[in-house]
Nanobody
Framework: QVQLVESGGGLVQAGGSLRLSCAAS????????MGWFRQAPGKEREFVAG????????YYLDSVKGRFTISRDNAKNMLYLQMNSLKPEDTAVYYC???????????????????WGQGTQVTVSS
């Protein structure tokens, strides 16, 4: 069992920044692929960014490349998503997720993930 808790969401003006955090606890996840997803009203949940924990390989949704950065802290068991140059279309509930498999370089479909946090709201005003 792995427990994930997100924090750091809020309201920000377009062009601003936010840093999301995900605290992980429970059984070891250092061989997992960890990801951030988001879901806007009326839309499907989509992959935003991910990292293969064991070797720090990262992968990003094309629309956030150069603006978002995913990172991890082994000592604190934390996953982060630094979001810069935010746009109104980034508005969504953001979820932290864990995939128990890490053989591939990346996993981008929600059905591939086993554990989920409760979500944190990010709202970007224009």
């Amino acid at each position: 069992q792995v427990q994930l808790v997100e924090s750091g969401g809020g309201l920000v003006q377009a062009g601003g920044s936010l840093r999301l955090s995900c605290a992980a606890s429970g059984r070891t996840y250092h061989n997992y692929f960890m990801g951030w997803f988001r879901q806007a009203p009326g839309k499907e949940r989509e992959f935003v960014a991910g990292v293969r924990w064991k070797d720090d390989i990262t992968y990003y949704l094309d629309s956030v490349k150069g603006r978002f950065t995913i990172s991890r802290d082994n000592a604190k068991n934390m996953l982060y998503l630094q979001m810069n140059s935010l746009k109104p279309e980034d508005t969504a509930v953001y979820y932290c997720a864990a995939n128990g498999n890490s053989g591939s370089l990346y996993y981008t479909h929600q059905d591939e993930y086993d554990y989920w946090g409760q979500g944190t709201q990010v709202t970007v005003s224009s």
